[in-house]
Structures are given as C-alpha cells and as structure tokens.
C-alpha cells in the first residue's frame, strides 16, 4: 500500500471513522471484556492520523521516513486495532482475536517483538510512559538529522502522572520541534470526571507555561483534525500539543460522556443498538447481527 493518502475527502474519512467505530463494537462483544468508551472518541483522530496524515507504509514498516505514532493510552487500543486491520497491517478477521490468549491484538498492546500487532512501537498501558518515549525517539531523530515526525496521544486523565510533566519540561527545554503530542480532552477517566478526580484546567495555559505551543480542536470535526495536524507539523521551535476535546463513546447514544464506559463492553443487546447508532458504511462489517445472535 502506498504511503501517499489513502482516503482525501472529509467525507471518506467520516465514513471511515464510523466503520472504525463498528468495528471497535463488534470487537468488544465478541471478547466480552475490554474498554469502549476511549476507543469510540478517538476514531476521528485515529483514521485522519492513518488514512490521511502519517508518512507510514504497511509493506515496509521500517521504511527510513516514516513517522513514529506512540499511543501511551494502551487500554483505548481496540480503536488502534481496527484502524490498523483497516489500513492493510493485518487482515480484519483477526479484530476477532481481541484479548484472545496467545494472540496479537491483547488488552494492553505490544509490538511485534513482544508477539504483539504489527504498527504498534512499544508496549503501553503503564499510564505516563509513553511521552517519555516519544520525546527520546524524537530527539534521536533529529540528532541523526532525519526528517521523521513523532506523534503521541495521551489522556487528559494521564495527566495526572508526574512523569508526563518531567517529559513535558525536558521536550520544552531541548526545543523538540519533531513531536506532536495529542491530548485526548474526553473530561473522563475510569471512576469518574477528571475534574472530579484531580483538576487540570487551566490546562492550555499549563503547557503554555512549561514552553510548549499549543493548539486547540474540535476532536470529531475532521476538517478541522487535519488543519490542524498540518499546522503542528509546520511550527517551528518548540514541542506542539493539541488538546482535542472529545466525548467519550462517540457515536453511541448511550454511551456518549459517560465515564462509566470507559473500561467495560457492550452486552449483545447493546451491541446491536450501538451498530443501529453508528449504520451501515459501505466499508462492510468484519461481524454481523446474524452472527452477534449466534453469541
């Protein structure tokens, strides 16, 4: 598969983002465990970041340009799984090994050293890490003066951790202009709203005052997901972040803001009227109702 785009308009893209979004249902029913508040907000970004705006290639993961994507959220990985399936890294009938022992696509994901999915860097799920991470790979980078760009998306939750902060100092201190990092603003973490549990606004002016630059979207308007991409690529001199301000369970009427999702499937019922929610797409189910009934 060519590393140029693969999807070009908004509207192939919002379709995508919502087979993506069926995907990451049909996956949970059938393990019956895992998260699915996370994996439905973040779809948007996802497929904009894999069918539009990485410089990656699913022939050659080693190719010597290609982006780095690190996704420190490890347990949002079914949306990660089914953006992959989507993209060519593996085939789709595999999202139905989701949390299967000895398969690739576990809770937490792994790379392929560690018999995890192919396109994933690093195993993540230890909540904090994986900035650290992406700002060593991104000053490596550029110490061997290679044109890669890093990407990194953390939780607003994850936030909480004081490593984040001690990665977000050292990136602002070296000037890593090579590193976006992507907050997941969904207001929501496991037992409750962020702001319930430790208070992060004013979150903007916090990176503002550690030296990063920072941007602000709307994390489910696609046209606005790729400008501003585009522009944190381009900005020069300092470590951008974007905080993209999400709802947890997008697309799913019942889930939707709800903090209550984060760490639990849909039942088969449920199941069934989230795929109502989300409709058909002409990209084509991995998974039926028929076969849902069948569970």
């Keep these: 598969m060519s590393t140029n785009p ?71 990985a079914p949306v990660w799984y089914a953006t992959l399936a989507r993209r060519g890294f593996f085939p789709l009938e595999e999202l139905k090994t989701l949390r299967r022992i000895n398969g690739r696509l576990q809770g937490h994901p792994a790379s392929p050293k560690g018999h995890g999915a192919p396109g994933v860097e690093i195993a ?15 000053l490596g980078l550029r110490m061997d003066s290679k044109p890669n760009h890093v990407y990194c998306i953390n939780g607003d939750g994850e936030l909480q951790e004081g490593q984040i902060w ?76 974007i905080i993209a301000e999400t709802l947890m369970g997008k697309g799913v009427s019942f889930m939707e803001d709800n903090y209550k999702w984060h760490g639990i499937p849909p039942t088969v019922e449920q199941a069934g009227i989230a795929l109502k929610d989300l409709a058909e797409t002409k990209f084509g189910d991995f998974f039926n109702l028929e076969e849902m009934a069948e569970l």
């Design 124 to 138: 993540s799920g230890s909540l904090g890490q994986g900035l650290s991470v992406a700002v060593g790979m991104a």
């Design 6 to 76: 693969v999807l070009k308009t908004t509207e192939e893209l919002d379709e995508m983002a919502r087979q993506i979004r069926r995907d990451i249902i049909n996956m949970l029913v059938i393990a019956n465990t895992g998260h699915s508040g996370g994996p439905l907000g973040m779809a948007d970004i996802f497929t904009a970041m894999y069918f539009n705006k990485l410089n990656i290639d699913n022939m050659d993961l080693d190719k010597a340009d290609r982006d780095y994507f690190f996704v420190s959220i490890g347990h949002i």
């Design 166 to 241: 001690e990665a977000v100092m050292t990136a602002a201190h070296h000037k890593v202009d090579n590193l976006t990092m992507i907050v997941d603003r969904n207001h929501c973490q496991i037992d409750n709203r962020t702001e319930n549990v430790m208070t992060l606004e004013p979150l903007a002016d916090k990176f503002t005052a550690f030296g990063w630059n920072v941007m602000n979207m709307d994390g489910h308007n696609m046209k606005q997901i790729l400008e501003t991409l585009d522009k944190a690529k381009s900005f020069k001199g300092k470590p951008t972040v």
